[in-house]
Nanobody, 129 residues
Framework: QVQLMESGGGSVQSGGSLRLSCAVS???????????LGWFRQRTGEERVALAR???????RYIDSVNSRFTISQNAAKTSVYLQMSNLEEEDTAMYFC????????????????????WGQGTQVTVSS
């Protein structure tokens, strides 16, 4: 299995920054095999939407609306993935989730929640004016 645990959420004023972290572990997850890790968010009453993803080799993909403000990265040991968020807006208020695709597989051509099999519990981000 794959376990994911997010941290780093909190309250911030508009224009501020936050860095979310996601610790990745599990018997099926290996830094030596292909993988795809992603960040999603879910506003209250809305569906979970994709934000950014990264694969084992560091290739990234972003949705257009956050491309210039959010940056996904991972540590050298491939045990953590991060989401650096800057110039935050009230519309960024949501629960943020880290997710993993099936271990051993690269990211798919599509990028949505159904492409990911394992999920963390989420971390809340609240942006106020």
């Amino acid at each position: 299995q794959v376990q994911l645990m997010e941290s780093g959420g909190g309250s911030v004023q508009s224009g501020g920054s936050l860095r979310l972290s996601c610790a990745v572990s599990g018997s099926r997850f290996s830094a030596n095999s292909p993988y795809c890790l992603g960040w999603f968010r879910q506003r209250t009453g809305e569906e979970r939407v994709a934000l950014a993803r990264i694969d084992r080799d560091g290739y990234t993909r972003y949705i257009d609306s956050v491309n210039s403000r959010f940056t996904i990265s991972q540590n050298a040991a491939k045990t953590s993935v991060y989401l650096q968020m800057s110039n935050l807006e009230e519309e960024d208020t949501a629960m943020y989730f880290c997710a993993s695709g099936e271990p051993g597989l690269w990211c798919r051509s599509s990028f949505s929640a159904i492409d990911f099999s394992y999920w963390g519990q989420g971390t809340q981000v609240t942006v106020s004016s």
